[in-house]
């Protein structure tokens, strides 16, 4: 690792000018995953900006019947336990404790998860083509090892996968993010603006600007977010990111679903959201048939590579089974 100066903010003022002024400054929050992509020598902060400092309102969890409301530097363990999270927005819920180790969550913050970097080992290793890494030096992955990689939302330079889950349960639920230090100030953007497709350009992940800090994350109650419920497939039943995830939100009424929130993780390259799958059920009673349809819809434009065309099957059949079982929720709240 290389040498790096240091910082802790009080102020989320201090932060950003922090951040802004300081060529190659970082943020630091829980550090799981910047210190480890430091120690891989993929990321060289010159400084490090710590805003664990920042005042207590940035850690807490509100929460009213129009929305709840996470400070960017809640730790997903809390965020996990929260009784208004458990009952009210389980498809969170479910999407954080499934994710890493409890040890890795207890660490980790809510802001820092959805901007952690894809776990494609050629950006991670050294010595490979990689256009994330080295814009303009190629893509090893596309005739690789490609696995892991993704099948929805890719580009001839980079297939890597978003390799969270927390993500997939925002854009599902239409959150928005509060930030500070973008050119015109505070501003908010819609969850599903936040991370940037690779097209032509994969090193230019989010929309945030240098210095900017994520500060708040909202997310809208609706009718669908009790009746939520994320599923989560991998190789390994515990610490390991997805092969394929769904995160399913239903508003049903009477049989007839009214309302639809979906999102897939583990085979897109940005957390991705169904459009055509929310389409295909609104309106309709939903039954397995009617599921699969849906399915088919989500992955209607998948471009599966060598090693990775199981995910389009078996990103269905997780979408199906996900749709099935939040259907069949018990829900005490429906609003
Ligand atoms: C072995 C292992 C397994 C894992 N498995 C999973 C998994 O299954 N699912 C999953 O979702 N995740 C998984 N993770 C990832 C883990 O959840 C992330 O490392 C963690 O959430 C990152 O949060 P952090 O607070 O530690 O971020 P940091 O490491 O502190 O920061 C990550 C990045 O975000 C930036 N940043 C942090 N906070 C802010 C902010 N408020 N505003 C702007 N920029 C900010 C930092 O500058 C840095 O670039 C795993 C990690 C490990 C090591
Ligand atoms: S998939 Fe993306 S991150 Fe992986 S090697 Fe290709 S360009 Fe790099």
Redesign the pocket.
């Known amino acids: 690792m290389e040498r790096f100066a240091y910082q802790r903010e009080a102020s989320v003022e201090g932060a950003v000018s922090a951040a802004r002024e300081t060529a190659a400054a970082?943020?630091?929050?829980?550090?799981?995953?910047?210190?480890?992509y430091m120690a891989l020598g993929l990321?060289r902060p010159r400084t490090l900006v710590d805003?664990n400092t920042l005042p207590e309102r940035y850690a807490r969890i509100d929460s009213n019947d129009a929305r709840l409301r996470f400070g960017?530097?809640v730790r997903?363990g809390e965020a996990e336990d929260h009784p208004v999270v458990r009952t009210r927005y389980p498809v969170i819920q479910q999407a954080l404790a499934?994710?890493?180790?409890r040890q890795?969550?207890n660490?980790?913050?809510l802001?820092?998860?959805v901007?952690?970097?894809t776990r494609c080992e050629y950006f991670r290793g050294s010595g490979f083509a990689c256009n994330k890494r080295v814009p303009g030096s190629g893509c090893e992955a596309l005739d690789g090892v490609n696995r892991a990689h993704a099948v929805l939302g890719t580009s001839e330079n980079c297939i890597a996968t978003y390799?969270?889950?927390?993500a997939q349960a925002l854009i599902a639920l239409d959150a928005t993010v509060e930030?500070a230090g973008a050119a015109a100030g505070a501003r908010r953007i819609p969850f599903a603006q936040l991370h940037h497709l690779p097209g032509a350009t994969p090193h230019i992940e989010t929309a945030?600007a240098r210095g900017?800090?994520?500060?708040y994350i909202d997310v809208p109650a609706g009718p669908w977010t009790s009746r939520s419920r994320y599923v989560k497939v991998r190789d390994r039943d515990s610490?390991?990111?997805?092969l394929a995830s769904a995160a399913v939100a239903l508003h049903v009424e009477g049989g007839v679903v009214r309302a639809a929130r979906i999102a897939l993780g583990g085979v897109a390259t940005v957390p991705w959201r169904a459009h055509e799958a929310e389409a295909v059920l609104t309106g309709q009673r939903l039954d397995e048939a009617l599921a699969s349809r849906a399915a088919e819809a989500a992955f209607a434009g998948a471009q599966p590579r060598r090693h990775n065309a199981f995910k389009v099957p078996l990103g269905k059949r997780t979408l199906v089974r996900a749709l099935l079982e939040t259907q069949a929720m018990s829900v005490a709240h429906e609003t």
């Open positions: 970082q943020f630091v929050a829980g550090a799981t995953n910047l210190v480890d990321l805003i960017a530097l997903m499934l994710a890493a180790s890795i969550r660490m980790a913050t802001g820092g998860n901007l952690q970097r390799a969270g889950d927390l930030t945030l900017e800090l994520i500060t610490y390991q990111f997805a």
